[in-house]
């Protein structure tokens, strides 16, 4: 259990980093309507979690939680900075995809085991809370890529995020990986609640959800398979869903061996 001193100083973070957000935002504020709505729809995800962090922190300090509920509390406070990373997280996603538009991605020679240990590993926590069996089956001439290894990381643990987030604990996720000579195809599978047919086609656009009372009850906000498939397209590749309502979903990357 943290001290007062501690967590009063974890206030002072969460201040500092709101401030910086906040001034972040105002940055990009200037630009178009969509780019608007987008950070309106982030600013308000952000306060969530700030608001209710600042008041739980508040009631510890002013000794008004007892020594039993104390862990509740952190255990939802520390939920809520979860929450806070993963929505800063793809504010910073979508500053490096606008980035990448104009920059040339750093390529080099890519192990796709490394790769998916490390987009694994910071899963690690969820993993093992939820009790999740991940199977792994690549093939062998798979071994490496010539890409941009930050993109393709980049892509991988959206598309694990999403697996783990829409389908329920202790179901499995599958990654499948196979190879041609000229290119490569790593797949996610996860046995959630798939995608309905005629949303399919969209959910690769720039903040676009499926169903309004799911999204109440996953949050996101529609930026991860858009921010993964801008970087797909210019790692030379693109991303295709295939899915079943009520079955499950299972997502394809497809990149180049080597990017010309
Ligand atoms: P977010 O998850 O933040 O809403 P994404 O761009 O990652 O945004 O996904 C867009 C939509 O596609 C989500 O709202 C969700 O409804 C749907 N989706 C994405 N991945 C999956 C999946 N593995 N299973 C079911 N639905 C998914």
Known sequence: IRSPKELAELSE??????????ESFNQIKKSEDEKRTMISQLSHDIKTP???????????????VSEEERPLYLESIQNQAMRLSELTDKLFELTITQENKKQKPTIKKVWIDKLLVAALN???????????GITIDLDEKMSFIYSDEEGVNRILHNLIANALKYSPPGTPIEIKGTAKDDAIQMSIRDSGMGIPEEEQKHIFERLYRVEKSRNQKFGGNGLGLYISQEIAKTLGGNITVQSRLGEGSTFTVHLPRALS
Do not use: P
Request: charged residues 20%; proline residues 0%.
């Open 13 to 22: 973070d969460f201040n500092y980093m709101t401030g910086q957000l906040e």
């Open 122 to 132: 910071s899963f690690q926590v969820q993993l093992k809370a939820e009790n999740r």
């Open 50 to 64: 700030v608001t209710s962090i600042r008041s739980q922190i508040e009631a510890i300090l002013d000794q008004m």
